[in-house]
């Protein structure tokens, strides 16, 4: 374990250590002194001292009424937490303890969409909405973005987010500072979150280059190997040799294009075609005829290219697109199709059929590494993969944070307004059916409950085809 107590201090992290051990939400938590006379704030899990730490926080949780389970440690710190705000070891900042800070995701979003260009702990979502969004449509993008579906101001609106802040996860927020209980005396990392990924070297950006996770496959509900396919992505991300782009023939590093979208139902699979960044971005969620050919290349040659749930789809019309423009054409079917199927998942999700989607869902491929030699991506036929299987602990964190972000993405799916695609899941027969899954899982009859989804799944697409 990285020892804390051996670096240097900040001198606000000195005071914020001796303010938090004297405090008397602390009292009995306990605690030794270095030779310095420094208070020795970390500990190892596993030791005689960090037990007796483990034994505190566990009692608290039963005086709060929290049960002891995952994530039990992260609501009774926040909880406990004196003053809300927890300085940094390595600068000596303050930042919230709470996910008001802009992931980077989010601040990918407001430069592309609004030229705003924030350091993501200068502000936080609150202090942004207030100076930077001023019009009704303003709001309406930011309401959109985190599910508030109805508020009386802008006020209200900020309000609103800040409560969602301080009591649920979103893709587009960040913690100040990351739980750490019980190794870290007050429960939370030392470095906040304006330092750690300098300070962390396992989330340096180097490193995290080569770990980068799709979270869409995940959301998307894509079949694939989602672990090996990241961890390629992670190695074009790493790559900075220049090669003349595919696409637009200018000189640049590359990027992986997957040949079908996972946003069209496509697998999130090893199948990227190399080009740089603008044409990738350009590219978007649409595919091309010679796209099209290739995925059935590569069908013929024995890959599985498209999800389960996208297969009747696309095996229904993909020999039909014969140019640039049909190509088009099955792009905007399968985008349709696939909305619709997520609006389908979300349905039985809210209706209690977890146990039925979990069938689908492959937590089995966090139980491996991937390394590559020879990697070029301009010949991605000669890469070598190597695998290695994970620890145990890997294994389990890796697991779960998978099937999270695919039932957290059904949640925040049915809190979406989209306009834009015309859903058939409110249909009388469409409900009905629905409804017969759901009475075949209550009945314990998985077999039938999953033939009646892929009818279901069916008629919807048929649906979308032909406009009804």
């Known amino acids: 374990m990285n020892n804390n107590n051996d670096r240097s201090w900040n001198d606000n992290f000195k005071a914020y250590t001796e303010y938090i051990v004297n405090h008397k939400n602390y009292a009995g938590l306990p605690y030794e002194r270095g030779k310095n006379g420094c208070v020795k704030w970390v500990v190892a899990g596993k030791s005689k001292q960090g037990i007796a730490r483990t034994n505190w926080w566990n009692e608290k949780c039963k005086q709060h009424d929290i049960p002891i ?134 989330r340096h950006k180097d490193n995290m280059q080569t770990y980068t996770q799709d979270r869409r496959a995940y959301e998307e509900w894509a079949d694939g190997n989602y672990n090996l396919a990241n961890r390629l992505m992670g190695e074009f991300h790493k790559c900075t040799v220049r090669y003349e782009c595919p ?26 075609a190399p080009m740089c960044a603008s044409c990738n971005s350009a590219k978007n969620n649409r595919f091309t005829l010679s796209d099209v050919k290739k995925l059935i290349q ?30 088009k054409k099955l792009s905007s079917i399968m985008a349709k199709c696939h909305q619709n199927i997520l609006k389908l998942f979300s349905v039985i999700s809210e209706k209690g059929g977890n146990e039925l989607l979990m069938q689908y869902l492959h937590p089995e491929y966090s139980l491996y590494d991937y390394r590559f030699k020879n990697f070029n991506p301009m010949k991605l036929e000669e890469l070598q993969i190597i695998e290695k299987p994970l620890t145990s602990k890997n294994k389990r964190k890796n697991q779960e944070r998978y099937i999270r972000i695919a039932f957290e993405s059904l949640r925040d799916f049915s809190k979406k307004d989209n306009r834009k695609v015309l859903f058939y899941t409110d249909r009388k027969d469409i409900q009905e059916q629905t409804d017969q899954i759901i009475g075949l899982l209550n009945d314990k009859k998985m077999s039938e409950a999953k033939a009646k989804l892929n009818d279901t799944i069916e008629k919807l697409c048929d649906y979308v085809e032909n406009g009804d």
């Not at 500072?177 to 979150?193: E, T």
């Not at 013929?300 to 389960?308: A, I, K, L």
């Not at 749930?309 to 640039?324: P, Q, R, T, V």
């Open 69 to 202: 389970q995952k994530g039990c440690y992260a609501i009774i710190a926040r909880l406990l937490h004196p003053t809300k705000m927890h300085t940094c070891q390595c600068c000596g900042k303050q930042l919230s303890i709470y996910a008001v800070y802009p992931s980077k995701l989010l601040l990918t979003k407001l430069k592309k969409d609004y030229d705003i260009n924030v350091e993501q702990t200068s502000c936080t979502i609150m202090e942004i909405v207030q100076h930077h969004f001023n019009t009704e449509k303003d709001l309406k993008y930011i309401a959109a973005l985190f599910g508030v579906t109805s508020y009386a101001n802008k006020t209200d609106l900020i309000e609103q987010i800040k409560r969602l802040a301080q009591s649920e996860q979103s893709k587009y927020l960040s913690p100040g500072v990351m739980s750490n209980c019980p190794d870290r005396f007050d429960g939370f990392h030392s470095d906040g979150l304006c330092c750690r990924e300098r300070t962390d070297k396992g």
């Open 247 to 272: 696409v637009c023939k200018q000189m640049a590093q590359m990027s992986p294009d997957h040949i079908g979208p996972i946003s069209l139902g496509f697998c999130h699979s090893t199948n990227f």
């Open 298 to 327: 590569l069908e013929n040659n024995g890959q599985t290219v498209v999800s389960w749930h996208a297969k009747y789809i696309w095996d229904k019309c993909k020999f039909n697109a014969n140019s640039d423009d049909d190509a």
